[in-house]
Every structure is written in structure tokens, then in C-alpha cells.
């Protein structure tokens, strides 16, 4: 979140955090994030975890 505010959040991790965003064969697990927003800039690769010469990934505004 680049910026916004977030209420009550509740999280919820099941797996192996180094295989995010399991989307490879044979990677289980769920990655959950819910709660109320507003004012919201979503990045969902921080800019400097972003790999050189890819296109960044879509950002979500609420």
C-alpha cells in the first residue's frame, strides 16, 4: 500500500512465503489481506523489489 488508510485488517498467510504469488506448478497456498479502505494506492510489487527491465505491475486506486 503506497498510501491510503486501512481499518480493522486482518491478514491471512497459508504457505510458503518465498513461493508468492504461487503461481508456478506444485505452489499452494493463500494470501489475503481484507479490510476497509479509502485513499488507497496499491502497488503490488514495491518499485524496488520490481526486477530491472520488467513492466511494473498494475497498480489499483480505491
Sequence with gaps: MRKGDGRDVTV???GR???LPYNLPG???TFRIAAPVSGVLL???????QPKGQAPGPRWRR
Design 27 to 29: 505452489e499452494v497456498g
Design 17 to 19: 512465503l518465498h513461493e
Design 43 to 49: 502497488a503490488y510489487v514495491p518499485p524496488g523489489l
Design 12 to 14: 491471512r498467510v497459508q
